[in-house]
């Protein structure tokens, strides 16, 4: 255990040659979106490093060695005086506007990475989101990569800078005394403290990370609406809040583990500087200058700034180094995701999808990781314009099932084929366009109401084709109550005059989506769960009037969908334990027939009461 624990460290400590590949693999990124944004952070290092080298060392050596061999008051001040006004007055104009220009840039950087980041997370499989180890990776993948890709770019500037202040700073004191030189460059003795801190903190935020994303969780269900009603009218705040404060401990826990090492790496790091290199040649230099007298006062003031600057220039040199090399740690999180290959992508030859017949052919599946089976040995077919009826009790593995007809997961055992050809050997996005479905878990998006129904970007003639998409759903009236029609917001959450829909309306509004888009597969996964019995009954009928010509499967546990069906499976067990029309299956007199008049006679207990009361 230790063993691979040393390993998994080990592996954090990345090579030179691996922290050049990272970065380059983020500055490309950068490079390419905002050229012009980057050349102005080498230029302004440059001009930097030049002003302060002016303003710091060489002007006060010019005072002090002017003064001390008799130069006139006058023309050193107005020298001095020019020499420090022009570089800090093009410093306070360059600085803030070359700011503004890194601003815009950020922004660029940060929407082509994420932009990136999102199109990758749209080609991974549906299981990855599943797993806890993959999502971990995506979170740090989204979490820090921007800012870091954008402070790599500080990094490598500033190290750029550093080397000139080096050159310079050297030249200076080397012309003085090549001993200077040494006492500058002791502090690199702690360079590699310095690594080992970068790959502690990594350690430290990947371990903080998962307790961090649980607090946020908690946080994130508070003040949502969503949960609003569950948290007042239950104990889930208790249970929340306790989840909420297991995670906090274990940040203050991770904080406890490595704050400590941190600290004294710190200390070591920066003791070599501050407690040692300056004292020493700040010694040397007053020695040549008091005691043997073969240093000028000038000098000495230059030797006593200088040496600190070098040492500096030296140490930023290895810290932006071991700075790309911490951001390298996070770069290799962000390439691992990118780099990922979906398993569920398209063949080097894969066929466009023809419409036709869907058959699966003893289809099982489970997930990753489990060993019960959610389908065993399924088989049917969904002609091409069939009205096909999944039912079954919640858990029977209807969704599931749907789940492999759009192939969001590949079949564990069997085949699913359309018009003969496997479903793996056709192209997926194409593929997967052929159908307009209804989630049972659908999801309303703060956008109007027109971009829920069309859940893509506007075209002409839109308009009228969400308007007739709604009447079909029988959200129409409703919608047009709203103060902006089509164009009203939905909820608040960005405008305070969105509207806030009731469930059964908001699934109305997800159901019109199936009407608007044009394609010859319908899934409707519970649609009519929000619904009441007439709007369930005037959404089938609505349905099957915008269906025609087209197959459609309902996914539902109410078996009053079934009944217009041109085939029926029903499902238990993950299993197909009968099939055939409403007719048939009611002749049969099994489980269908027996859970059809169940439902039956709840609707006829219902009337009756409801008769009874009205007497």
């Known amino acids: 255990m230790k063993k691979d624990k040393k390993k998994k460290d080990n592996k954090r400590r990345l090579s030179f040659k691996m922290v050049v590949k990272d970065c380059a693999y983020a500055l490309k990124m950068i490079v390419t979106t905002s050229p012009f944004a980057f050349l102005l952070r080498f230029f302004l290092e440059l001009f930097n490093t030049l002003a302060s080298f002016i303003v710091g060392t060489y002007v006060?050596?010019?005072?002090?060695?002017?003064?001390?061999?008799?130069?006139?008051?006058?023309?050193?001040a107005l020298s001095a005086a020019v020499m420090i006004a022009v570089p800090l007055g093009l410093q306070l104009v360059i600085?803030?506007?070359?700011?503004?220009?890194?601003?815009?840039?950020?922004?660029?950087?940060?929407?082509?990475?994420?932009?990136?980041?999102?199109?990758?997370?749209?080609?991974?499989?549906?299981?990855?989101?599943?797993?806890?180890?993959?999502?971990?990776?995506?979170?740090?993948?989204t979490g820090e990569i921007t800012w870091r890709m954008w402070n790599l770019t500080w990094a490598v500037t500033n190290l750029f800078g550093a080397i000139v202040g080096m050159l310079l700073y050297g030249s200076l004191l080397f012309t003085m005394d090549p001993?200077?030189?040494?006492?500058?460059?002791?502090?690199?003795?702690?360079?590699?403290?310095?690594?080992?801190?970068?790959?502690?903190?990594?350690?430290?935020?990947?371990?903080?990370?998962?307790?961090?994303?649980?607090?946020?969780?908690?946080?994130?269900?508070?003040?949502?609406?969503?949960?609003?009603?569950?948290?007042?009218?239950s104990n889930a705040r208790e249970l929340l809040l306790e989840r909420y404060e297991k995670a906090s401990d274990g940040r203050v826990e991770v904080v406890k583990k490595y704050g400590v090492k941190e600290a004294f790496l710190e200390v070591a790091h920066t003791s070599l500087q501050t407690i040692i290199t300056n004292p020493l040649a700040i010694a040397y230099a007053v020695y040549r200058t008091i005691v043997s007298g073969t240093l000028g006062m000038g000098d000495c003031a230059v030797v006593i700034n200088s040496v600190s600057s070098l040492t500096g220039t030296?140490?930023?040199?290895?810290?932006?180094?071991?700075?790309?090399?911490?951001?390298?740690?996070?770069?290799?999180?962000?390439?691992?995701?990118?780099?990922?290959?979906?398993?569920?992508?398209?063949?080097?030859?894969?066929?466009?999808?023809?419409r036709g017949e869907i058959r699966l052919e003893n289809v099982s599946f489970k997930y990753d990781g489990s060993e019960n089976y959610v389908l065993k040995n399924v088989s049917m077919k969904i002609g091409k314009n069939e009205k096909i009826a999944l039912v079954g009790h919640n858990g029977a593995g209807k969704s599931t099932l749907v789940k492999l007809l759009l192939r969001l997961y590949d079949p564990s055992e069997g085949q699913i084929t359309l018009d003969g050809t496997p479903l793996y050997e056709l192209k997926l996005e194409e593929y997967r366009d052929m159908f307009s479905v209804v989630f049972q878990d659908f999801k309303i998006i703060s956008l109007s109401v027109a971009e829920n129904v069309l859940m893509r970007p506007r075209q002409e003639g839109d308009e009228k084709r969400v308007i007739e998409a709604l009447k079909g759903s029988g959200a129409y009236e409703r919608i047009m109550e709203l103060p902006n029609g089509i164009e009203t917001m939905l909820t608040k959450e960005f405008d305070e005059d969105g509207a806030v829909l009731s469930v059964g309306q908001a699934q109305k509004v997800a159901i019109a989506h199936a009407f608007v888009k044009d394609a010859p597969f319908i899934i409707l996964d519970e649609p009519s769960s929000a619904l009441d019995p007439i709007a369930e009954n005037e959404m089938y009928n609505n349905m099957m009037k915008a269906g025609e010509g087209k197959a459609m499967i309902f996914i539902s546990h109410r078996l009053s969908s079934a009944v217009s069906a041109d085939r029926v499976y029903m499902l238990e067990n993950g299993e197909v334990i009968e099939s055939g029309t409403h007719a048939e299956l009611m002749a049969m007199n099994g489980k269908y027939a027996d859970m059809f008049k169940k439902q039956a006679q709840n609707y006829v207990d219902i009337d009756r009461e409801e008769g009874e009361n009205e007497q």
Request: aromatic share 16%; proline share 3%.
């Open 314 to 354: 030296f140490t930023q040199i290895t810290d932006r180094y071991f700075r790309a090399h911490e951001h390298a740690l996070f770069f290799e999180d962000f390439r691992s995701f990118m780099d990922y290959e979906p398993k569920m992508k398209d063949k080097e030859h894969a066929s466009s999808p023809s």
């Open 60 to 76: 006060v050596r010019y005072i002090i060695n002017s003064f001390e061999t008799g130069f006139d008051f006058k023309t050193v």
């Open 95 to 141: 600085n803030p506007l070359i700011t503004i220009v890194e601003d815009i840039a950020f922004i660029k950087v940060e929407r082509k990475v994420l932009g990136r980041l999102y199109d990758k997370c749209t080609e991974v499989e549906l299981a990855c989101f599943e797993n806890p180890e993959f999502y971990d990776k995506y979170v740090k993948a």
């Open 179 to 233: 001993a200077f030189i040494i006492f500058a460059i002791l502090p690199l003795l702690g360079t590699f403290i310095k690594r080992k801190a970068n790959v502690l903190w990594h350690k430290h935020t990947t371990e903080d990370k998962e307790h961090h994303r649980r607090a946020q969780y908690a946080q994130r269900v508070f003040y949502s609406g969503d949960y609003a009603k569950e948290i007042r009218l």
